[in-house]
């Protein structure tokens, strides 16, 4: 088994309405191998997934400072759109990619990558309502359920959430 002992991942959700299993699948993944997680949000209050989970976050998205984290993970969920437009998530995506750390995202979440710029001439998959922004910003999209191009691992959704999980432990350990 892969193993990422003492790894550092940030995992950032939305305030409200973020996927339950794209959080759950990949943490378990990421804790099971070793690596610590914390959670960002824009809320410190309690968040409440699609289908109830409630999430106490650790951090402010805007207090993050990306030199302690080896990679980060944003959640998807409907509420993942708040992020498409951040400018705190972005300079995190950038960063993170930046100093080749993992950088990784689910559903829609790809969308805020895109958005960073980290996706463009890079292959990626998304939820299919963000393929078109995926390919607006230079995305090579693929239908795959996972992606991973580089560091960059992206995947299509909840039913893709436990490989998802399994890829960001492979990416996170080489």
Partial sequence: MTRVSGKKVLMVIARNNFRDEEYLEPRKAL??????ITVASSSLNTAVGMLGLKIKPDILIDDVQEAEYDGIVFVGGGGAKEYFDSLVAHRLARDFFAHGKLTSAICIAPAT???????????ATAFPSSEAALH?????????????????????GPSAAARFGAKLVEVLAA
Avoid: Q, S, Y
């Fill in 31 to 36: 804790e099971g191998a070793g690596a610590v």
């Fill in 113 to 123: 990558l895109a958005n960073a710029g980290v996706l463009k001439g890079r292959k």
């Fill in 136 to 156: 607006g910003k230079g995305a090579i999209f693929l239908k795959d359920e996972v992606v991973a191009d580089g560091k960059i691992v992206t995947a299509v």
